[in-house]
Nanobody, 116 residues
Framework: QVQLVESGGGLVQPGGSLRLSCLGSGFTFSAYFILWYRQAPGKEREMVAG????????SYDPSVMGRFTISRDDEKKTVYLQMNHLMPEDTAVYYC?????????WGQGTRVTVSS
């Protein structure tokens, strides 16, 4: 059974940090491009960061460039999203997405709230 399970969300003050994790199972994790998306209340889901399989090339939305870092550990079947200098506008549900050709899997999301 294919699963992506996100964890690490929570409430954090502006300027704080969180690290999200995405654990995959039931598929060949190392062969998949992994992305993090987020969806804020009343807004469309948007791509935040992605990391390729193989060479681990990364890409980021400009709004998080320099603050967020995506990484992967294929032995642990886990992708991380280190989020620093968090701002209230980063408040959203964060989703993990694994893609390989027609295969496209999503996690259930983890909520991040940035507020004082």
């Amino acid at each position: 059974q294919v699963q992506l399970v996100e964890s690490g969300g929570g409430l954090v003050q502006p300027g704080g940090s969180l690290r999200l994790s995405c654990l995959g199972s039931g598929f060949t994790f190392s062969a998949y491009f992994i992305l993090w998306y987020r969806q804020a209340p009343g807004k469309e889901r948007e791509m935040v960061a992605g990391i390729s399989d193989g060479d681990g090339r990364t890409s980021y939305d400009p709004s998080v460039m320099g603050r967020f870092t995506i990484s992967r550990d294929d032995e642990k079947k886990t992708v991380y999203l280190q989020m620093n200098h968090l701002m209230p506008e980063d408040t959203a549900v964060y989703y993990c997405n694994a893609v390989n050709g027609p295969a496209n899997y999503w996690g259930q999301g983890t909520r991040v709230t940035v507020s004082s």
